[in-house]
């Protein structure tokens, strides 16, 4: 088995230390994070487990990737969101459930939390449907101030003026005498 060595690969921003990582079909985690270089660990696993390992890191990685791009464009993805129910469907298919086979991994937590039990039974979350990193039901402009401050107390929690007159081009002052 090859010793651990510079990571050659570009970290992703979800890798830590921890994190398992497929360096050209090879399974190990990383380390020194934060140093100089990172460094990849390999690990030494039976062929079944390192597929099953390679799987998991192409979820992970996918969901991140899916979580981080509708983020930045407010826009839903369905290519990245089909990918990842076809990744996750594989490994259920071919694996079983998400378990605990990657508490090595630092990233588990978060992955592990694509499914919840319902009644015992496993459920995908919610961005296998849609996506959860803004609000799909935001509204963008309304002529309604009453639409407007109800907007800023759902986002803010309080009054904010600035974003009710960027919803409804009105001034302040028009804002405040309707």
Do not use: W
């Not at 010793?3 to 050659?8: C, K, L, N, S, V």
């Not at 079944?48 to 993805?77: C, G, P, V």
């Not at 998400?98 to 459920?123: C, E, I, P, S, W």
Request: proline letters at 5%.
């Amino acid at each position: 088995m090859p010793e651990p060595a510079p990571y050659p690969a570009g970290l992703q921003g979800h890798h830590r230390n921890g994190s398992l990582v497929d360096d050209d079909g090879q399974i190990g985690y990383l380390s020194a994070i934060g140093g100089a270089a990172p460094v990849f660990n390999p690990l030494d696993l039976p062929e079944r487990q390192r597929r099953r390992a390679s799987l998991y890191i192409e979820i992970r990685d996918t969901y991140h990737h899916l979580y981080e791009n509708e983020a930045a464009a407010h826009a839903a993805n369905p290519a990245l969101r089909t990918m990842l129910n076809t990744l996750y469907d594989d490994f259920i298919r071919q694996f079983g459930n998400l378990n605990d086979l990657f508490r090595m991994d630092a990233d588990n937590r978060q992955t592990l939390a694509l499914v919840h039990y319902t009644d015992g039974k496993a459920v995908k979350a919610d961005i296998f449907d849609h996506p959860v990193s803004y609000n799909i039901n935001e509204i963008t402009h309304t002529d309604d101030v009453h639409e407007a401050l109800t907007a800023s107390l759902n986002k803010y929690g309080n009054v904010d003026m600035a974003y009710m007159e960027s919803l409804t081009d009105k001034s302040q002052s028009d804002l405040l005498e309707e």
